[in-house]
């Protein structure tokens, strides 16, 4: 989960990383906040538990 205005942590940067993990067949999801920057956005909580319970 990543803000796209970002200004702390630049979004392209966690765009390289996700990259990388489809590159080392590392199963993975990108979730980008438009209008976000460095913060816990409304969906971060379903959305990390979702991906834990999909991943035991």
């Known amino acids: 989960m990543h803000g796209f205005l970002d200004t702390i942590v630049?979004?392209?940067?966690?765009?390289?990383?996700?990259?990388r993990l489809l590159w080392e067949g590392v199963e993975t999801d990108r979730v980008t906040e438009a209008l976000g920057g460095h913060e816990w956005f409304?969906?971060?909580?379903?959305?990390?538990?979702?991906?834990?319970?999909?991943?035991?």
């Open 42 to 56: 409304p969906g971060s909580p379903t959305a990390v538990v979702s991906w834990f319970d999909a991943h035991p």
């Open 10 to 19: 630049p979004w392209w940067s966690m765009d390289l990383y996700y990259d």
